[in-house]
T-cell receptor, first 113, second 109 residues
Framework: DAMVIQNPRYQVTQFGKPVTLSCSQTLNHNVMYWYQQKSSQAPKLLFHYYDKDFNNEADTPDNFQSRRPNTSFCFLDIRSPGLGDAAMYLC????????????FGPGTRLTVL | QKEVEQNSGPLSVPEGAIASLNCTYSDRGSQSFFWYRQYSGKSPELIMSIYSNGDKEDGRFTAQLNKASQYVSLLIRDSQPSDSATYLCAVNDDYKLSFGAGTTVTVRA
């Protein structure tokens, strides 16, 4: 089945220790997104790639970076995680067409100690 | 991002009843509208997409769109305990989604 895969599903890191979350997709979608979701809040868009074009949200902290080495994979790098970065990180994809349905992966739960 | 507002929850309905969820949006030019279901601790799951005025039915779910009133709704008929979740309204905005805050639905047996 075509899908969006995220690894790991759970990640524990220490304050200030860099961490990388990964996302892969078999949907061959043009657009890949990274969201942060905290408890009882809506997902908050961090950035997205339309093919190789990177689009950063204005309020995304510099501590968050992303890479998309090819169509299938996208990575979220958190350079120096703080306690406030503990959250669910969601990857989503879309075709990038007019309707732009987005499909989410299962998410990575990040804990910062 | 454009504003999307959902009716405040939580919403509690008895099993077998109709759950009605409402959403309004600020951008009159919006064209694509979505409902996501999110179980606690899980990721959002797309359950309905609607692009034209009127009703769209899929099983026990009906989405309704009224662009003139900038209003989109979701009806869940014959509500089941498995429908207990948070429902997110989302509006497409230049390849990005603007989300409402979500409405938590509890279906009591």
């Amino acid at each position: 089945d075509a899908m969006v895969i995220q690894n790991p599903r759970y990640q524990v890191t220490q304050f200030g220790k860099p961490v990388t979350l990964s996302c892969s997709q078999t949907l061959n979608h043009n657009v890949m997104y990274w969201y942060q979701q905290k408890s009882s809040q809506a997902p908050k868009l961090l950035f997205h790639y339309y093919d190789k074009d990177f689009n950063n949200e204005a309020d995304t902290p510099d501590n968050f970076q992303s890479r998309r080495p090819n169509t299938s994979f996208c990575f979220l790098d958190i350079r120096s995680p703080g306690l406030g970065d503990a959250a669910m990180y969601l990857c989503a994809t879309s075709r990038g067409d007019t309707n732009n349905e987005q499909f989410f992966g299962p998410g990575t739960r990040l804990t910062v100690l | 991002q454009k504003e999307v507002e959902q009716n405040s929850g939580p919403l509690s309905v008895p099993e077998g009843a109709i759950a009605s969820l409402n959403c309004t949006y600020s951008d009159r030019g919006s064209q694509s509208f979505f409902w996501y279901r999110q179980y606690s601790g899980k990721s959002p799951e797309l359950i309905m997409s609607i692009y034209s005025n009127g009703d769209k039915e899929d099983g026990r779910f009906t989405a309704q769109l009224n662009k003139a009133s900038q209003y989109v709704s979701l009806l869940i008929r014959d509500s089941q305990p498995s429908d207990s979740a948070t429902y997110l309204c989302a509006v497409n905005d230049d390849y990005k989604l603007s989300f409402g805050a979500g409405t938590t639905v509890t279906v009591r047996a």
